[in-house]
């Protein structure tokens, strides 16, 4: 894949892996937008980006919108296609997470977590896809270990995860013919402001299971997912242990579970 020219979208580009993965994007010569809710990460992540372009005809720009709000990104999606035309590249980076235990976690927070975490994704397909059957193009959803195997104390983040990799699976089904890719990002626990507010109130249970699974930083990430775009693979998993996990809960899931259950006793 060529990227020189291409226009890229990535929501939740002002931070953690969207904004490693737009820096590399825009290394490879792409005119990137990025989407967030905080004008002032915005403003602050197209300045870091804009120092990585190659070319001084790249576009580096920002938009503020709210990717639960389907409306809100209805109405930019057609302003962008004003601007720009079709993308040739959407991220779907754009997350949150609310580890706790189950009983003590408010439904308002599942409620937010299923409408960002997955509805964030719903949105922009069904906003942008109707413009990209024309040429093609390629979309990454981004979900986590979390998505393929549940994990304690991720009841409503894993459901959310979990729906983003069927929805990317059927997706995927479907566009094929329109010359669409779509890959999904499994990453495991990564050096960003979201690991560092939770791990401020992760049950020790939860701790236990992910910590085993390492941390890995969101250039790595990024370097990662756009190394499998190269080769469109479907699931992208970065790191030995997501990837044996990912196989061991295919293979094996007694055994993952086994390993699981006991690092939680040990915690308790």
Known sequence: MEFKGKNVIITGGSSGIGKSAARIFATKGANITILARREDMLKGAVEEISSSATDINQKISHARVDVSNHTEVENWAGMYQKSYGSPDVI??????????????????????????????????CRSFIPMMKAKGGYIVNVSSMAGFLGVFGYTGYSAAKFAVLGFSQAL??????????????????????????????????????????GVMSPDDVARIMIDGMMKKKFMIVPGFNGKFVLYASRLAPSFVEWIMDRQIKKAG
């Open 91 to 124: 991220v779907n980076s754009a997350g949150i997470t609310h580890p706790g235990y189950f009983e003590e976690i408010p439904y308002e927070t599942f409620d937010e977590l299923m409408k960002i975490d997955f509805y964030g994704v719903l949105n922009m």
């Open 172 to 213: 995927r089904s479907e566009m094929k013919k329109y010359n669409i890719v779509i890959s999904v990002l499994c990453p495991p626990d990564t050096d960003t402001p979201m690991l560092e507010w939770e791990d401020k109130i992760k049950p020790k249970e939860t701790r236990a299971v992910a910590g085993t699974a």
